[in-house]
Every structure is written in structure tokens, then in C-alpha cells.
């Protein structure tokens, strides 16, 4: 059996745009990826480097998208070997 890719979203608590992003990723990842959501307020490091620019949704080593969902983009990222 194959292993579960990983797609990370960056993140933040009160972020109405992180929680709608994940409202609709969650369905689509569901049984095809395993989904980490980071909370760049725990880390000095992730609040410099994302600022106020959340979500981010990175897989693979690369940013798939950020404020909203690309649907589509994401299928792509899915269909990678």
C-alpha cells in the first residue's frame, strides 16, 4: 500500500479565510492525503515568514496556494507520483 502524501497548511486561530480553506480541503483530501495544519503563531520563525499572508497550503516542497482554495491545483498536486 502506498503511503499518504502530506499537504501542510499555514494557519492561524481567527483566521475566518483559514477556516474556510480547510472547510472545503478537508472533503477533498480525505483518504488521498493526510492533512497538518500549523499554526504559525507558535513559532517566531513561521509569523516572520508568513506574516499576515495565511493560508498557504504547501505540498511536495512548494506552495500550492494561499488565501483560497485552488481546487484544481490541489487535484494536480494529488495526481503526482
Do not use: F, N
Request: aromatic share 4%; net charge negative.
Amino acid at each position: 500500500m502506498t503511503e499518504l502524501k502530506t499537504l501542510t497548511v499555514y494557519s492561524r486561530r481567527g483566521c475566518h479565510l483559514c477556516e474556510d480553506l480547510l472547510g472545503e480541503l478537508e472533503p477533498l483530501l480525505r483518504g488521498r492525503a493526510r492533512l497538518l495544519v500549523v499554526d504559525i503563531d507558535a513559532s517566531a520563525e513561521l509569523r516572520e515568514e508568513y506574516g499576515q499572508r495565511v493560508p498557504v497550503v504547501s505540498g511536495s516542497g512548494r506552495d500550492l496556494c494561499q488565501y483560497h482554495l485552488d481546487r484544481q491545483g490541489i487535484l494536480a498536486w494529488l495526481a503526482e507520483d
